[in-house]
């Protein structure tokens, strides 16, 4: 699960997004199944959720941002419980509010 600021791979800064897409390009070739949440606009080889249509970045700013980024999370949980997905690798720090409602182990790389 990448951090929804970017699209992944990014087009431009987006240094996590870029970690998130090389990681789950080299699963798939691996030979795993992978399912990429992500903002839209992402792409990859395995199959994408992207429960918002643009990246932050492209949304001005406003204070309520943190309080969308929790909803966010919150349906994300919710997909990711109907999803039956085996583990959950997790860099979007707001997930870690819903961890105790993923059915699901979780997986969290902190990037800052």
């Known amino acids: 699960m ?9 087009a431009r800064y987006g240094g996590t997004e870029r970690v998130v897409h090389y990681m789950a390009e080299q699963l798939v070739a691996w030979g795993h199944d992978v399912l990429l949440v992500a903002a839209g606009g992402s792409r990859t080889t395995g199959k994408l959720l992207h429960p918002i249509a643009k990246p932050l970045a492209e949304v001005p700013f406003s204070a309520e941002i943190l309080t969308r980024k929790r909803d966010i999370a919150a349906a994300v949980t919710s997909m990711l419980r109907s999803a039956r997905v085996d583990l959950v690798h997790n860099h979007f720090r707001h ?9 699901a182990p979780l997986v969290t790389t902190v990037h800052y």
């Open 95 to 103: 997930l870690l509010e819903f961890a105790d409602e993923l059915r």
């Open 2 to 10: 990448a951090p929804f600021d970017e699209a992944v791979p990014p």
